[in-house]
């Protein structure tokens, strides 16, 4: 297992979600760390064809490599539905840079799809007046997702859009190992009217302490819904057979034997786990009741990502009070935003093993939330 960096082991862990709007919980990243990020080129051309499934696997498919490559020591990543963005030590970096270059390259092969990726020296983003700032936030007792802050990683993105700080493809092609990514539960339909995909960035000459207090305000909003917006029930989402993704999932998999045979083991596999699931009773170690349970606990709904980021299930009213909200603020230079609604929730699943309470479950809105949150957000005017 390659070592757990201090700086990142050290970090205590926020409990309560609310807890971030206190920039105080935020430390920056060390000078020689990198900055990395990789997102899908046409997304919405993509999601506009139906390929919701196919969007968020890519875009969570650099968290699995890197997790791999790194033999699990914990980075900060956050996931952005079409994309990823993360952080790693200096020891790191190259095999970051070597690990995005081989998925940019599969995800050509495989789906004839382009993944752009860069990675930056996080001195080089404070030159440019930005910075990354990083948070640990504790989803469950078991796992935690890092937030981020301080407007670098927004930066990086835009720079990585406009062709700068490129990782090439690998060539040639390597299939990265992507062991844990899966798909395989069913979309999760909203209880309480509908699944809203929101996305809130402060203005660029916004005051901080304005810009925290919006985002106590929606979080006070919010927290009056039931299960404070979870769009997962409690006892996590449904599984079919065969389940949906496996085709995108057989895919992505390590390997370079043809897609038919990883998808054959892949629906064996599925098979089995159904039956478990089904059967509901511990069969042996495994419980498959507490591990449903776990993917409610454990799910990544919420975050900070240079701004708010979160998939809910919420009312009409809700919504409306939110929207008001984000008007407002728009208009009085504090905030941009961006929300798509629909009628269900995306789970995207990594799981270096399900005999551990670890497991990590990336929502979305089941129509690409959170890229089409984003294509609202770009065509709001600046002020």
Known sequence: ???????????????????????????????????????????????????????????????????????????????????????????????????????RAWVAQEFDVELRAALLPVGKIRKEGRDVRVARFAASAHLDYAMFEGGGLAWLEEQMKAGRFEIPPADPVQPPDLEGLSCRWNAVPAVNGQILSLLVLPHPEADTTEFNALIAAILSEVAGSERAGHPLPETGPNMQFPPPGLDVEARLSRGNAPAIFRKLTLLFQSA????????????????????????????????????????????????????????????????????????????????????????????????????????MLKAMPQR
């Open 272 to 375: 089995m786990a159904g039956l478990m699931f089904l059967r509901g009773r511990p069969t042996g170690a495994f419980d498959p009741t507490h591990y449903r349970n776990m993917i409610s606990a454990n799910a990544d709904f919420r975050k900070f990502d240079d701004g708010l980021k979160m998939t809910l299930d919420c009312s009409d009213e809700t919504r409306a009070a939110l929207e008001k909200l984000l008007s407002q603020a728009q208009a009085d230079g504090i905030a941009r935003y961006g929300l798509h609604t629909q009628s269900e929730a995306l789970v995207t699943c990594i799981v270096p093993s399900p005999m551990q309470d670890d497991h990590m479950h990336f929502v979305d809105g089941a129509s690409g939330g959170y890229a089409q949150a984003a294509q």
């Open 1 to 103: 297992m390659t070592r757990a960096d201090p700086f990142y082991d050290a970090l205590q862990k926020v409990r309560t979600f609310e807890n971030l709007t206190a920039s105080t919980r935020f430390t920056p990243l060390p000078q020689d760390w990198y900055v990395g990020c990789c997102d899908i080129v046409d997304s919405t051309g993509l999601l506009a064809q139906g390929h919701y499934k196919t969007v968020n696997m890519i875009g969570a498919s650099a968290i699995a490599a890197l997790m791999n490559a790194f033999g699990h020591a914990p980075f900060p990543f956050v996931f952005g539905g079409d994309g990823t963005s993360f952080a790693v030590p200096p020891h790191l970096a190259e095999c970051a840079h070597q690990e995005l270059a081989k998925l």
